[in-house]
């Protein structure tokens, strides 16, 4: 085999665990972190969702975040809840957290003044995450699910914001059946 010959075929074969290697790569990446919308859309149920005692009855708005820590969803919404605890905190909305059971991690600083919650009465129903649940000033639940449709959330596609206006401006609100198609990751515990 001539010199040139065998340096044709070394620059072949490393070609090949080159395009081998970024395949690999690029399939990792996207199992971990790219996640394909679904054709069929989640339904969010807020039936069996309940405060516990020490929160239900009348009192100020409050919002449930429901969150898990592996779920590559989070990081789209976490600087629109920061922005929603920025305007609606002030507003007298308070704000907590329910994250998935079995799960570890923390939010990120920005929404450390949210108040976490072990679980609540029909948590194990929630479908996906990240969700979220709003109870009016009376203590009823007025909306229970996602934070918008789409890749991501922020305040230009988000159902939080006039569901949150509505009810600081004494308006009734019910939207606790919602059918959605986004960036979800399952909830129970079949999920990733």
């Not at 065998?6 to 690999?24: D, G």
């Not at 605890?85 to 990120?108: E, I, N, R, W």
């Not at 909306?143 to 789409?150: A, L, N, V």
């Amino acid at each position: 085999m001539s010199a040139s010959r065998r340096k044709t075929l070394l620059l072949t074969l490393l070609a090949l665990i080159c395009v081998a290697t970024l395949w690999l790569a690029y399939d990792w990446f996207e199992s971990r972190y790219i996640r394909a919308f679904s054709e069929h859309a989640t339904l969010f149920e807020g039936d069996r969702l309940q405060l516990p005692p020490a929160l239900a009855g009348p009192g100020p708005i409050r919002l449930v975040h429901f969150w898990e820590p592996a779920c590559p969803c989070n990081v789209g919404n976490q600087q629109h809840l920061s922005e929603l605890q920025a305007h609606f905190g002030p507003q007298g909305v308070t704000f907590y957290s329910v994250q998935k059971t079995g799960s570890h991690g923390q939010l990120p600083a920005n929404l450390d003044s949210f108040k976490a919650l072990a679980a609540i009465h029909g948590s194990e129903g929630v479908p996906a995450s990240p969700a979220v649940a709003i109870w009016d000033q009376k203590g009823q639940l007025a909306y229970f699910g996602p934070y918008s449709e789409g890749a991501t959330c922020d305040s230009s596609n988000s159902f939080i914001e006039p569901i949150l206006k509505a009810l600081t401006e004494g308006r009734a609100v019910n939207a606790t059946h919602t059918l959605a198609q986004g960036c979800y990751c399952p909830w129970d515990s079949a999920g990733p």
